[in-house]
């Protein structure tokens, strides 16, 4: 089993710039994706960033150019800077992980989440 803990969420006003933070526990030797997801009220849970052990990564559209993902593989910790924020970033942003790559994970959805760490974006 994996844990996962965020932090890092908050207010921010629109243009400006948020970093969240994921720390992964447990049987961590055996996670080899990281990533992060959101859902905005009344919209579908949508994948914000991912990067495997193999430095494979990928942003969701919405995000790209304006997201960066990097993970520390050996402690197991995800890091998302995510930069010109809108009002439409606001959203839950939950940790996720997988013991798979990031092509399979986004085949279909990951196996371990964290409970979420609410963006409020403010125009």
């Known amino acids: 089993q994996v844990q996962l803990v965020e932090s890092g969420g908050g207010l921010v006003q629109a243009g400006g710039s948020l970093g969240l933070s994921c720390v992964a526990s447990g049987d961590i030797s055996t996670v080899n994706f990281m990533g992060w997801y959101r859902q905005a009220p009344g919209k579908q849970r949508e994948l914000v960033a991912g990067?495997?052990?193999?430095?494979?990564?990928a942003y969701g559209v919405s995000v790209q150019g304006r997201s960066t993902i990097s993970c520390d593989d050996v402690k197991k910790t995800a890091f998302l800077q995510m930069n010109s924020l809108e009002p439409e970033d606001t959203a839950v942003y939950y940790c996720?992980?997988?013991?798979?790559?990031?092509?399979?994970?986004?085949?279909?959805?990951?196996?371990?989440w964290g409970q979420g760490t609410r963006v409020t974006v403010s125009s």
């Open positions: 990067i495997d052990a193999g430095g494979n990564t």
């Open positions: 996720v992980a997988d013991l798979r790559n990031l092509f399979e994970v986004l085949s279909d959805t990951p196996q371990y």
